[in-house]
C-alpha cells in the first residue's frame, strides 16, 4: 500500500500563493489517482482537486478552479497542489490521498491512505 505525505502549508496573506507537495512512498503512484482535500474547523471535509496518473486528468472543486492547480510529477512519486488568489475561505488542514487509478472522483470512500494533513491559514 503506498503511503502519502504532505507539506507545504503555512501562513500566507490574502491574494498570496502556496505550493503544497503530496511525496508517496511504498508504491509508485502509478498503481493511483492523487486527491487534495481540506477541512476547516467545525466542517465537513470536502474534495478539492484530484488527478489521474497515467492521463493527467484532473477534477476540481467549484470554489477553486481558477485558482488551484493539481499537477504529478512522475519521477519525485509527488503530487502538487499550486493555490494562487488565495482566500480566507481556504483556510483549512489539507489531506493528500491515494484514490482509484483510471479515474478522478470526489468521493471520499473512493481514497486511501490519507496523509496527517497540512496546515494552510489564508489572512485578511
Known amino acids: 500500500q503506498v503511503q502519502v505525505v504532505e507539506s507545504g502549508g503555512g501562513l500566507v496573506q490574502a491574494g498570496g500563493s502556496l505550493r503544497l507537495s503530496c511525496a508517496a512512498s511504498?508504491?509508485?503512484?502509478?498503481?493511483?489517482?492523487g486527491g487534495w482535500f481540506r477541512q476547516a474547523p467545525g466542517k465537513e471535509r470536502e474534495f478539492v482537486a484530484a488527478?489521474?496518473?497515467?492521463?493527467?486528468?484532473?477534477l476540481y472543486a467549484d470554489s477553486v478552479k481558477g485558482r488551484f492547480t493539481i499537477s504529478r510529477d512522475n519521477a519525485k512519486n509527488t503530487v502538487y497542489l499550486q493555490m494562487n488568489s488565495l482566500k480566507p475561505e481556504d483556510t483549512a488542514v489539507y489531506y493528500c490521498?491515494?484514490?482509484?487509478?483510471?479515474?478522478?472522483?470526489?468521493?471520499?470512500?473512493?481514497?486511501?491512505?490519507w496523509g496527517q494533513g497540512t496546515q494552510v491559514t489564508v489572512s485578511s
Open positions: 511504498g508504491r509508485t503512484m502509478s498503481r493511483y489517482s
Open positions: 490521498a491515494a484514490g482509484p487509478a483510471s479515474i478522478v472522483t470526489r468521493l471520499i470512500p473512493e481514497y486511501s491512505s
Open positions: 488527478i489521474t496518473w497515467s492521463s493527467g486528468t484532473t
